[in-house]
């Protein structure tokens, strides 16, 4: 345990195995297959308490500061920054990278964890600890908040491109009945 060394050196090894868990959980997270970032899984559906992501808006005012926080362009250089098409597939993309990103940030905030763990309750575990936690909670609430967006626009296109369909059939049937 780094409890024996001096308050400045445990601050820098815990600091740099900080960097390395953070880099080490960004190849875990691009490595990992599609299916475990699904956003039908429990871990990615919105809570009733997130009422669809108003919460974030209303209470943690998200639209006045997501966009100042920097991004990350993820797996195969997919940008989260602006929607740049509204074909289900994309929204799809899109979604996927939400889970991807709040995956990502999870495992990163689970390094709190273990630095109590090799540390133990000392003022750089709870230092560190509190820094990395504040450093990703945000962006965890992003991806969450923007993934409910997405959803909700996803299904409006769904129920738009059902109702031309339909009315496609219609006019099709009026015209052979005619």
Known sequence: ???????????????????????????VCISLDNCIFSPQRK??????WERGGKFYSD????NKWKDTLPQHIGKDGFSKEHIEDVSIEYLDRFILETCRGEWNHKMNCAFAVVLFGINGITEVSVILSFATVAGNVPFI???R???????????????????QNKAVVCTAENEITE
């Open 59 to 62: 209470v943690l005012k998200i």
């Open 141 to 143: 609430f992003i991806q």
């Open 145 to 163: 908040y923007n993934r409910f967006r997405l959803q909700k626009l996803r299904n409006t296109i769904i129920r738009k491109l059902a109702r």
């Open 1 to 27: 345990m780094l409890k024996e060394q001096s308050a400045v050196n445990a601050f820098f090894i815990n600091f740099i195995f900080g960097v390395v868990w953070h880099y080490a959980v960004l190849f």
């Open 43 to 48: 871990m990615y559906r919105c809570h009733k």
